[in-house]
């Protein structure tokens, strides 16, 4: 008898977005300690003069009235650290982390992007002093290379700030993408000639002896 069966598949690879933060709505679960300096939410410029962007990022273009987090280095904050964490998430294959950052300033420090899946904190980005020239400059884009985590991880963003209060670094649009392999149908009909208890020559397909058929 001849029968025609479906067969076929092609590896492909599906990325879904495991965490996403603009700020506008609020930290959304991301969390930093109290104390100075101090991370905060801003629509438009910081508080102190001549240092961070007039507004958050619109696909890099600053934009008042978008809300983005800055980490306020006066008040007493000139010469200390202060973490920004997200909530768990997931990656099961590639992982990418891209986000906005702006760093305008006479005395901006260092902003880290640092990963921890239960083994430790781990700075996979970094970048030391001023990277904008006003605060009307384009925020800059940062993608980085998640490949080497997998798991439920946290990120975080930790500012250290540099000695002098015109030092406020900001971030924006924060997104952590996870992708992975998989297979999708590519189907492709082939006819398949059984005879009772022979078995066939077609590569790929088993035969019982009850004529069935079965994919190898």
């Known amino acids: 008898s001849n029968t025609t069966y479906y067969v076929g598949a092609s590896s492909a690879t599906t990325s879904t977005t495991v965490l996403s933060n603009d700020f506008q709505a609020g930290w959304n679960g991301w969390s930093a300690p109290g104390g100075a300096p101090l991370w905060l939410r801003d629509p438009d410029n910081t508080p102190s003069g001549g240092t961070g962007p007039n507004g958050g990022s619109n696909n890099g273009t600053v ?8 980490l306020e280095v006066s008040g007493g904050g000139q010469n200390g650290s202060n973490n920004l964490t997200s909530p768990s998430f997931s990656i099961a294959g590639t992982g990418t982390l891209t986000f906005r950052y702006h760093m305008y300033g006479s005395a901006v420090g260092t902003l880290r992007a640092e990963v ?3 083994s430790g904190w781990v700075t996979v980005w970094s970048l030391t002093g001023q990277q904008q020239g006003n605060a009307n400059a384009p925020w800059a ?5 998640l490949s080497a985590y997998t798991g439920n991880m946290q990120v975080r963003f930790r500012g250290t700030a540099a000695g002098y209060w015109q030092g406020d670094m900001a971030v924006d649009q924060v997104v952590v993408t996870d992708a992975v392999a998989g297979c999708i149908s590519n ?6 000639t059984v005879n009772p208890l022979t078995q066939p020559t ?14 190898a």
């Open 63 to 70: 934009q008042n009235g978008n809300w983005y987090a800055f």
């Open 116 to 118: 921890n899946n239960g």
């Open 141 to 145: 884009l940062a993608t980085v290379d």
């Open 187 to 192: 189907l492709t009909s082939v006819l398949v």
């Open 202 to 215: 077609a590569p790929g397909v088993s035969i019982t002896c009850d004529n069935t058929a079965s994919l």
